[in-house]
């Protein structure tokens, strides 16, 4: 079992940053891919990116590439979301989500657990 906490949202202005934060309990954190989406209103859930287990590997969508970085600390059972040049377009919920498959799968589907959500709203 693993509980899920995200942090660090908040207003920002186009252009700013914000890094996000997703607290896992448990002792098996090191065991699953963690990946991050997000939700607008009226949109569907869409993956923003995702880290391996071990941190060695990283997939983004390509709307976020280049802008958003993600990282993961195994030894404080945190991984993070770094959000650089943010746009209007980025205002969403952010989700963090753990996956017992090897990749950072970007099927939601594929999670196991999920974070209750931390909103990002950036205004023009």
């Known amino acids: 079992q693993v509980q899920l906490i995200e942090s660090g949202g908040g207003l920002v202005q186009t252009g700013g940053s914000l890094r996000l934060s997703c607290a896992a309990s448990?002792?098996?954190?090191?065991?699953?891919?963690m990946g991050w989406f997000r939700q607008a209103p009226g949109k569907e859930r869409e993956f923003v990116g995702g880290?391996?287990?071990?941190?060695?590997?990283?997939d983004y969508a390509d709307s976020v590439k280049g802008r958003f970085t993600i990282s993961r600390d195994n030894a404080k059972n945190t991984v993070y979301l770094q959000m650089n040049s943010l746009k209007p377009e980025d205002t969403a919920v952010y989700y963090c989500?753990?996956?017992?498959?090897?990749?950072?799968?970007?099927?939601?589907?594929?999670?196991?657990?999920w974070g209750q959500g931390t909103q990002v709203t950036v205004s023009s």
């Open positions: 448990g002792r098996t954190f090191r065991n699953y891919a």
């Open positions: 989500a753990a996956a017992t498959t090897s990749w950072p799968t970007r099927n939601s589907w594929q999670y196991n657990y």
């Open positions: 880290i391996t287990w071990s941190g060695g590997t990283t």
